[in-house]
């Protein structure tokens, strides 16, 4: 009995998950099963690959290029994450106001972050060009010489963390503005009832009860910054003599342009690694100072 | 005696009515402020696009000669026609769009039905089965990219369309996105088209599909964008000007023409107008979308 309905059944649910399913295990699940194997090779693509066991991960210990990237991804994201989240929060509060015109406001700040990473890029370059550019131009009015920005490679990584900064502000904004208008109004009335200042209901009002959705942008934010790859590869190539060298970065060139698909992806394995504890760790942080309603 | 004691209540009366001129003035005062700093803060957002615009019509001559011109005289309207001659700048607009188009239209139809059967039809394994599809979330570009590349090139799909397109016809997120919306619906509709005898495949197509308009039109523009801005994967895969994408064709322009920042803007301002015609008709959809995921594309 079983025989035809049951089969019909699952002719009906394969219909319905196949043409989904198979091309995520094809082109996400193998990939990342195949990744694990590949760094234990050599391979070049040209050469028949050879099986080295964990020569590659042995050999990352000992790669300065490598050690010099993840330091610089880190400063990245210790320069990015503040701009960002000090900036979204504050236009976030002004603009949580029940005022004419805030819808406009807020569609403006979000412009750059549908803009994709490479315009973004290369508009910042040229207003950071050292010659020619409006940034010096304006800084040079007001009696200031302004840096090299991405020719020298000490502000190099600073103007990166302009033009990431500058497009993300949006996204932290939609986030945090939609955490500020969970909080309800009666929290506010009864802390005015209190005598509480204007102040004193930020710190002890907003702040709290924000803190599950800055919480949620740290945790995405960290995740997708330790990635970070178009606007560099766009605006520095890495440069200026290795000072925007990035982790991404060093995975794709390892892979694409020195043909070694095999350390590459040993790279890969480690830093995915290092943002899975680094996620992990923040949930267990989180409990000391995210506030549940 | 009466005037005596009353003059004090009207000084007082006074007073206070200088007094809510005077916070009236002051609210109007920090409004102002408020609304000043808010456009400031707007301007800064806006200026970058604005001098793109405004680069791409100046002259090579302008350019090199200060004060910088905001709005350009004279008014050249040839880098356009000069970066499309130079490069195929229509042909990576067609290739965007194609791309983008193919891929989204696929996306939402295999997102929607694995969704629809997560959501609706009851299979041993199906949990598991889903907690699969989000564990896939976490795998990042990174550690897939290396191996897809080679599957790639076993298949001959290197620096082709097919291969361009094949790694996102199908979204974890999209379907995990769908089926919370096909959970809200309400089943009452659903049961009574069972009942006349409907299939599956037409409850889906004739009702489900209808009933969630927005959550479609929010993933679709989600997944529009994403690839329409994808930069890493058609980096890697592609690499005859006949198959680039805009993002990878800007970005080769700018290394041949680093002096040139008239051309190199005009190109960029081609591949910002369409994102940003969207994005003002659909702004909603589109805040929703790429807030929602949370995920770079």
């Not at chain 1, 109004?185 to 200042?197: I, K, T, W």
């Not at chain 2, 989204?104 to 199906?126: E, K």
């Not at chain 2, 959550?215 to 679709?220: D, P, R, S, V, Y």
């Not at chain 2, 890493?232 to 680039?244: A, E, G, R």
Request: hydrophobic share 55%.
């Amino acid at each position: 009995m079983v025989g035809h309905r049951g089969w019909r059944r699952w002719a009906v649910i394969v219909a319905f998950l196949a043409p989904g399913l198979v091309p995520l295990l094809l082109f996400t699940v193998g990939p990342m099963v195949a990744s694990s194997g590949l760094s234990l090779l050599r391979w070049n693509l040209l050469r028949p690959p050879e099986f080295i066991g964990l020569d590659n991960y042995a050999k990352l210990l000992g790669d300065s290029d490598f050690h010099a990237a993840a330091l610089h991804t880190i400063g990245f994201v210790m320069g990015y994450l503040p701009l960002v989240l000090i900036g979204g929060l504050g236009i976030a509060l002004a603009l949580n106001q029940r005022l004419r015109g805030i819808a406009i406001f807020r569609a403006v700040y979000f412009m750059p972050m549908v803009t994709s990473w490479v315009v973004v890029a290369l508009m910042w370059r040229w207003l950071l060009d050292p010659n020619g550019g409006l940034v010096n131009h304006v800084l040079g009015l007001v009696g200031i010489q302004g840096p090299g920005w991405w020719t020298d490679p000490v502000w190099a990584m600073p103007s990166v963390i302009i033009a990431s900064a500058w497009k993300d502000l949006g996204y932290v904004m939609v986030i945090l503005l939609a955490g500020l208008q969970t909080i309800p109004e009666e929290y506010y009335e009864a802390a005015a009832v209190d005598g509480a200042s204007r102040l004193a209901r930020f710190r002890h009002v907003t702040l709290p009860l924000l803190t599950p959705s800055v919480f949620f942008v740290v945790v995405i934010s960290l995740i997708n910054n330790f990635q970070v790859f178009d606007q560099v590869w766009v605006m520095t190539n890495g440069g200026p003599a290795g000072a925007t060298s990035v982790v991404m970065e060093r995975i794709v060139r390892n892979a694409f342009s020195y043909g070694q698909m095999g350390y590459a992806a040993a790279m890969s394995w480690v830093f995915f690694v290092a943002l899975l504890i680094l996620t992990a760790v923040q949930f267990r942080l989180q409990r000391r100072w995210v506030t549940h309603g | 005696m009466d005037d005596a004691a009353r003059r004090p209540a009207i000084g007082a009366a006074k007073r206070s009515h200088r007094s809510i001129e005077r916070s009236r003035w002051r609210r109007r005062l920090g409004r102002g402020l408020f609304y000043a700093m808010l456009a400031a803060g707007g301007c800064v957002m806006l200026f970058p696009f604005a001098w793109m615009l405004s680069t791409s019509f100046q002259t090579a001559d302008a350019l090199l000669v200060p004060p910088p011109q905001l709005i350009p005289s004279p008014i050249e309207t040839g880098n356009y026609a000069a970066v499309a001659q130079a490069y195929p700048l229509g042909r990576y607009l067609l290739n965007s769009l194609a791309v983008a188009g193919t891929s989204t239209i696929l996306q939402v139809l295999t997102s929607a039905m694995a969704a629809y059967a997560f959501a609706r039809l009851t299979f041993r394994g199906r949990d598991t089965l889903f907690m699969l599809y989000l564990a896939t979330l976490m795998v990042p570009l990174q550690v897939t990219i290396m191996p897809l590349f080679v599957e790639m090139k076993y298949l001959g799909l290197v620096n082709t369309y097919a291969g361009l397109l094949l790694p996102s016809i199908a979204s974890a997120f999209g379907t995990f996105f769908l089926r919370q919306a096909f959970l809200g619906l309400p089943r009452e509709l659903e049961e009574a088209a069972f009942i006349d005898g409907a299939g599956h495949w037409t409850v889906f197509r004739r009702i489900v599909l209808p009933l969630s308009l927005p959550a479609l039109a929010t993933f679709g523009i989600f997944a529009f964008m994403a690839s329409w801005n994808s930069f890493l994967w058609p980096l890697v895969i592609v690499n005859s000007p006949d198959l680039m994408t805009l993002p990878v064709g800007l970005s080769n322009l700018q290394g041949r023409y680093t002096t040139s920042w008239n051309l190199v803007m005009a190109g960029a301002t081609v591949a910002v107008v369409p994102i940003l015609l969207v994005y003002l008709v659909a702004q909603k959809y589109v805040v929703r979308g790429v807030t929602l995921s949370g995920l770079k594309g």
